[in-house]
């Protein structure tokens, strides 16, 4: 069973729509979570990254962690053509570096005009 | 944007032939990593460096060598390409310091294609 499980989509949604994208993980020593966009032939960017479980907004962006349920989600509101993109979550332990990450296999998401 | 730089971005080469795929940043970032990619499958970490003479192996086993002679170079080797080498590879950077905000800036990747 991997660490972390990520529904590969594709996800369609039109315009506007709230879009969200969930993972989920085994592995309880995970403490940080990120959210990476990949647009077609480029790189991974962070969006967003939170510690333990809560909330953080960023815009059109929010991040849950639920570390209970051992579940993450990004929404993304009045969603955009602009959002289409594979969607990655990512995540590792207290006092690990970067080396350490865990990626999903993404969410491709295409948001449909 | 990030400034980190790969190249080249697309390759197409025989079975065989010894390639170097690079990789450059000029954020001064000490630690620098390379990951490969399949299609519709996650990223997987194959070496990273701390810095200047430090290179380590990553998750994923991997024939590919490294090298980190200069902060802000750092290439991969495959010394005799083979067709299950085909994948994208990613190179990336990030500061040194606690993970708090440590954000790993990616490269736009480079594009292995072995025949």
């Known amino acids: 069973q991997k660490e972390v499980e990520q529904d590969p989509g594709p996800l369609s949604v039109p315009e506007g729509a709230i879009v969200s994208l969930n993972c989920t993980y085994s592995n309880s020593a995970f403490q940080y979570f990120m959210w990476y966009r990949q647009y077609s032939r480029k790189g991974p960017e962070l969006l967003m990254y939170?510690?333990?479980?809560g909330n953080k907004e960023d815009g059109r962006f929010t991040a849950q962690v639920d570390k209970s349920s051992k579940y993450i989600s990004l929404f993304i509101r009045d969603s955009q053509p602009s959002d289409s993109a594979t969607y990655l979550c990512a995540m590792t332990g207290g006092n690990f570096g970067n080396e350490k990450l865990t990626f999903g296999t993404g969410t491709r998401l295409t948001i449909i005009p | 944007e990030a400034d980190i730089y790969q190249t080249p971005r697309y390759l197409v080469i025989g079975t065989g032939k010894k390639i170097t795929l690079e990789c450059s940043q000029t954020m001064g970032h000490d630690k620098m990593y390379w990951y490969q990619q399949d299609p519709g499958m996650e990223l997987h970490l194959i070496h990273y460096?701390?810095?200047?003479?430090?290179?380590e192996k990553g998750d994923l086993s991997s024939e590919s060598t490294v090298s980190r002679i200069r902060t802000e170079h750092f290439p991969l080797t495959l010394e005799s390409a083979r067709p299950s080498h085909t994948s994208q590879y990613l190179c990336a950077s990030s500061e040194w310091e606690g993970f708090s905000g440590n954000t790993i800036y990616f490269g736009e990747g480079s594009w292995l294609t072995v025949v």
């Open positions: 939170t510690y333990s479980s």
């Open positions: 460096s701390y810095g200047v003479n430090s290179t």
